[in-house]
């Protein structure tokens, strides 16, 4: 990228900032004619391009600065471990985490604490709704980099929709970028806003090249940072398995597996022992590269969950381990559990962290990003809508893949149990800290009562009191007193 093009894309992402803020006020002021619209911004591939580019450098910047109360979606991972079985919080001063550990979130402020989520992800759809308006029926633009950005943004929609549903029910949909329409919507059902999902991905897989491109949304490149096709068709299978939509879950997952010119399972060993997690892997079907260099040019993830030799620590960057729920969860011999686990001792207590990304804080090389959506859940999902439809042969033979590359027996239902029950195991060893997998499989399956409560209580055990209603994430109270229309999630205050 030369510095024109950086310079530019650097003064897209900070002119879309300052319009989103904008947006907010009910004042509208017009721009003086010497500053840039956002109706000349979509006026060449250039400039178009990096408007969403910058979207992505927003999450990026989500996942690497985390552990500092950065909550947009690629954060989710630390926050939804905590809330789940699969972290142990060790600083349990630090109330932008204690109150996630404990599922205990509240509508109040509690000082310090990125609980927002909704609030993170209403901004970042801005963006999209505004490409989405000014990319349809753009006549600007060269027509393959028009129609690649117009999916881009559909994509990101349900993208961004995905995790508010999935959150907090019940949500506004937003579809435009009129803040007086948008600051008086009510919640729209659950079922409303995954049609909105489906619709999406569907039209941005009808617009999106089938090409992984790169910042100019045209050039072929091994990147695989931006959105193409087979991203939009990865959220749509994921969409259709939540909805129940067994047929259609496992055809969208069958496209993406029958693609071997792009995708297969990357094997691991002690030699390569992250193959999936590295940097453009042919496991990855969408990534994140990292774009900060600090506290790593490398991923979130390796920077919060690597520890150190003197372990984890309070008042720093190293306030969580793993939890004994999620190791007792490996069966013995699994590879997942030798290669991307690791520990350290300190003062005769072993700590346990998630070791899938091996780049930690300080190192400087990009070697690893942080990966979205990957080949080995595409498995997954179709195993567990076959097995849903009856057809256990297929679904075990794709169980299989996935226990294989894990140095694992076949499934075998005396030892392994229902054929349902093992698939939803599997996911829970294979997918760990990974995007709320986790979290979201407990709550879809209606498992989450019985794990976090009942005669598990991973709750109680976390020093918590659990609630039913805490499957939800409560709305911060100043949205609820700045929309007459919204009412807060059930069971909070």
């Known amino acids: 990228m030369d510095k024109l093009q950086y310079s530019l894309r650097i003064f897209i992402v900070f002119f879309i900032s300052v319009l989103f803020m904008a947006c907010k006020k009910l004042i509208e002021v017009p721009a003086p004619t010497t500053e840039i619209s956002t109706a000349n911004v979509y006026a060449s591939n250039i400039s178009a391009a990096a408007v969403l580019t910058g979207v992505y450098s927003s999450l990026s910047t989500d996942d690497q600065y985390c552990q500092y109360g950065y909550s947009g979606p690629p954060s989710i991972f630390l926050e939804?471990?905590?809330?789940?079985?699969?972290?142990?919080?060790?600083?349990?001063?630090?109330?932008?985490?204690?109150?996630?550990?404990?599922?205990?979130?509240?509508?109040?402020?509690?000082?310090?604490?990125?609980?927002?989520?909704?609030?993170?992800?209403?901004?970042?759809?801005?963006?999209?709704?505004?490409?989405?308006?000014?990319?349809?029926?753009?006549?600007?633009?060269?027509?393959?980099?028009?129609?690649?950005?117009?999916?881009?943004?559909?994509?990101?929609?349900?993208?961004?929709?995905?995790?508010?549903?999935?959150?907090?029910?019940?949500?506004?949909?937003?579809?435009?970028?009129?803040?007086?329409?948008?600051?008086?919507?009510?919640?729209?059902?659950?079922?409303?806003?995954?049609?909105?999902?489906?619709?999406?991905?569907?039209?941005?897989?009808?617009?999106?090249?089938?090409?992984?491109?790169?910042?100019?949304?045209?050039?072929?490149?091994?990147?695989?940072?931006?959105?193409?096709?087979?991203?939009?068709?990865?959220?749509?299978?994921?969409?259709?398995?939540?909805?129940?939509?067994?047929k259609d879950a496992i055809l969208q997952a069958t496209s993406i597996i029958q693609n071997s010119t792009l995708f297969a399972i990357d094997s691991i060993s002690v030699t390569s022992p992250n193959t999936p997690f590295i940097m453009n892997s042919t496991e990855t079907i969408w990534s994140l590269q990292p774009v900060e260099d600090y506290p790593s040019a490398n991923t979130g993830e390796g920077a919060i969950f690597i520890l150190p030799s003197s372990g984890p620590a309070i008042g720093g960057s190293y306030p969580v381990y793993l939890n004994n729920y999620l190791l007792s969860a490996f069966e013995p011999g699994d590879f997942r559990m030798s290669l991307w686990v690791d520990s350290v001792s300190v003062a005769g207590t072993t700590y346990y962290y998630a070791y899938k990304y091996q780049q930690a804080a300080g190192t400087n090389t990009p070697a690893e990003y942080d990966v979205v959506f990957r080949l080995a859940e595409q498995y997954l999902i179709r195993a567990e809508a076959e097995a849903n439809q009856g057809d256990s042969v297929d679904a075990i033979s794709d169980l299989n893949v996935i226990r294989n590359r894990a140095h694992l027996p076949i499934y075998s239902s005396l030892v392994n149990g229902p054929l349902l029950k093992a698939i939803l195991h599997e996911r829970q060893v294979e997918l760990f800290t990974e995007w709320g997998h986790r979290w979201f499989d407990l709550v879809r399956t209606e498992n989450a009562n019985s794990v976090m409560g009942g005669a598990q209580n991973v709750c109680g055990a976390k020093g918590g009191n659990w609630s039913s209603s805490a499957q939800l994430f409560p709305i911060n109270y100043t949205e609820i007193a700045a929309d007459p229309n919204l009412t807060q999630t059930p069971g909070y205050q």
């Open 80 to 246: 939804a471990g905590l809330y789940s079985d699969e972290l142990s919080l060790f600083d349990q001063s630090n109330t932008a985490l204690f109150y996630y550990y404990t599922n205990n979130l509240a509508s109040q402020i509690y000082s310090g604490i990125p609980n927002d989520f909704w609030s993170s992800i209403y901004q970042q759809l801005y963006v999209p709704n505004d490409a989405i308006a000014n990319l349809t029926n753009n006549h600007s633009l060269t027509p393959q980099v028009q129609q690649q950005l117009l999916g881009e943004a559909l994509f990101l929609r349900a993208f961004c929709y995905f995790y508010l549903v999935n959150l907090y029910g019940t949500v506004p949909l937003v579809t435009t970028t009129n803040y007086k329409i948008n600051s008086l919507l009510p919640r729209s059902s659950a079922t409303d806003v995954w049609k909105q999902i489906i619709a999406d991905c569907q039209n941005a897989q009808s617009l999106m090249s089938p090409n992984f491109v790169g910042s100019d949304a045209e050039t072929a490149t091994p990147e695989r940072t931006r959105p193409n096709k087979w991203v939009a068709t990865a959220l749509l299978s994921r969409a259709y398995l939540y909805t129940g939509d067994w």
